[in-house]
Nanobody
Framework: EVQLVESGGGLVQAGGSLRLSCEASGFNFEDYTLGWFRQAPGKEREGVSSINVAHSTTFYEDFARGRLTITVDNAAHMIFLQMNNLKPEDTAVYYC?????????WGQGTQVTVSS
């Protein structure tokens, strides 16, 4: 059974940093594309960043590039999102996900709130 459990969210001032963690189980990282998504109040869920372990490639949305970094610890089966220079518009529930067409799996989300 695939499971994804996020942690590390919280309240931070603008300009601060947070590191989100996602504990994954039930699948091999090399077989899936791993990613972070977010959903702000009143908005649709949007992609943030993704990583393909098998091909050692990463992808970032424009708003994330240069401030957010996705990494994995394959041995520990963990996915991380380091977020620096946070802005109030980064306030959202952040989800980690694992996708291998046609299946996708999601965690329950962790709240990130950035105060101005």
């Amino acid at each position: 059974e695939v499971q994804l459990v996020e942690s590390g969210g919280g309240l931070v001032q603008a300009g601060g940093s947070l590191r989100l963690s996602c504990e994954a189980s039930g699948f091999n990282f090399e077989d899936y594309t791993l990613g972070w998504f977010r959903q702000a109040p009143g908005k649709e869920r949007e992609g943030v960043s993704s990583i393909n372990v098998a091909h050692s490639t990463t992808f970032y949305e424009d708003f994330a590039r240069g401030r957010l970094t996705i990494t994995v610890d394959n041995a520990a089966h963990m996915i991380f999102l380091q977020m620096n220079n946070l802005k109030p518009e980064d306030t959202a529930v952040y989800y980690c996900a694992a996708e291998r067409n046609p299946d996708d799996y999601w965690g329950q989300g962790t709240q990130v709130t950035v105060s101005s």
